[in-house]
């Protein structure tokens, strides 16, 4: 059974910087297809970076250049750095995993390709 247990998350003021954690359990991130995404009070779940074992990486235009996705295989734990956040980065954060696979397109995957998440963690950005 694959538990995934993001943090991180918070209250930062425009021009600052978190980083989210996805702590995989039953699923090995060294191997794996994952990725964060988020979902805004009224909008659609958007995916905002994936990377996959080899590791090929993909953003979404309007994180590209602020936020980096990386894993840490001996933690099997999955990361988003995020820096100079703005204020529509505002939303709740979650991580997903999927079967294994590579990705070389420059937008992020759709939530299809991922069967497990975590619960989510908050950011919001706001001064």
């Known amino acids: 059974q694959v538990q995934l247990v993001e943090s991180g998350g918070g209250s930062v003021q425009p021009g600052g910087s978190l980083r989210l954690s996805c702590a995989a359990s039953?699923?090995?991130?060294?191997?794996?297809?994952m990725a964060w995404f988020r979902q805004a009070p009224g909008k659609e779940r958007e995916g905002v970076a994936a990377?996959?074992?080899?590791?090929?990486?993909s953003y979404t235009d309007s994180v590209k250049g602020r936020f980096t996705i990386s894993k840490d295989n001996a933690k099997n734990t999955l990361y988003l750095q995020m820096n100079s956040l703005k204020p529509e980065d505002t939303a709740m954060h979650y991580c997903?995993?999927?079967?294994?696979?590579?990705?070389?397109?420059?937008?992020?995957?759709?939530?299809?390709?991922?069967?497990?998440w975590g619960q989510g963690t908050q950011v919001t950005v706001s001064s």
């Open positions: 997903a995993a999927g079967p294994r696979r590579e990705w070389y397109f420059q937008a992020p995957p759709g939530a299809n390709y991922f069967n497990s």
């Open positions: 990377i996959s074992s080899t590791p090929s990486i």
């Open positions: 039953g699923y090995t991130v060294s191997s794996g297809f």
